[in-house]
């Protein structure tokens, strides 16, 4: 089945320095791949979505300079948490849609994010 | 056992009983949608869809009901087992954009 590979699982950064998050399709090439951070017990929040040699659609309230999106190929999407505080502090997921129809939508394993 | 979403975030069944979790929607308008699990601590794992011009489909041991008219969704599970503990999310393609926005949830515990 279709894989995406978020990369790290865990980070531990400073307050003030950027960290730059990794979402890959594996077996699949993903023109769209979508943005959710989730604070524990609540749901899923859609943050952006990232389309593949464009730019990126940002959900409203989401700050785009804060959270730098780049989709520079058919397989890799990357997060970039910029200057981050300790509020950034969240569970990052990111998601692919496997086919055209928008039949079936992979999620990658989330990165837990800490800012100190 | 049945939960209520919102009223009732929290399921807690018997090992082998069935298993309804109920999500209300909130666009009479979405076109798909999707059932999810998530384990504590990892992404969200698909379970099951639905199209709007559906009513009911039907997967391994889940069944999904969508009632258009009241805007409500259900997943039913089968012989529920200890590996379905999990919070499970219904999620709605809101606009049509092929984007998903997830419920708050509701938290299964099936008691061995």
């Known amino acids: 089945g279709a894989v995406v590979s978020q990369h790290p699982s865990r980070v531990i950064c400073k307050s003030g320095t950027s960290v730059k998050i990794e979402c890959r399709s594996l077996d699949f090439q993903a023109t769209t791949m979508f943005w959710y951070r989730q604070f524990p017990k609540q749901s899923l929040m859609l943050m952006a979505t990232?389309?593949?040699?464009?730019?990126?659609?940002?959900e409203q309230g989401v700050e785009k300079d804060k959270f730098l999106i780049n989709h520079a190929s058919l397989t890799l999407s990357t997060l970039t948490v910029t200057s981050a505080h300790p509020e950034d502090s969240s569970f990052y997921i990111c998601?692919?849609?496997?086919?055209?129809?928008?039949?079936?939508?992979?999620f990658g394993s989330g990165t837990r994010l800490t800012v100190v | 056992g049945e939960s209520v979403g919102l009223h009732l975030p929290t399921l807690s069944v018997q090992e082998g009983d069935n298993s309804i979790i109920n999500c209300a929607y909130s666009n009479s308008a979405s076109d798909y949608f999707i059932w999810y699990k998530q384990e504590s601590g990892k992404g969200p794992q698909f379970i099951i869809d639905?199209?709007?011009?559906?009513d009911k489909r039907q997967g391994q041991r889940v069944t999904v009901l969508l009632n258009k008219t009241v805007k409500h969704l259900s997943l039913q599970i089968a012989a529920t087992q200890p590996g379905d503990s999990a919070v499970y999310f219904c999620?709605?393609?809101?606009?049509?954009?092929?984007?998903?926005?997830f419920g708050s949830g509701t938290k299964l515990n099936v008691k061995p």
């Open positions: 999620a709605e393609d809101l606009y049509n954009f092929n984007k998903f926005y």
């Open positions: 990232s389309n593949e040699g464009s730019k990126a659609t940002y």
């Open positions: 639905i199209r709007s011009n559906m």
């Open positions: 998601s692919a849609r496997v086919g055209e129809q928008g039949y079936g939508y992979t």
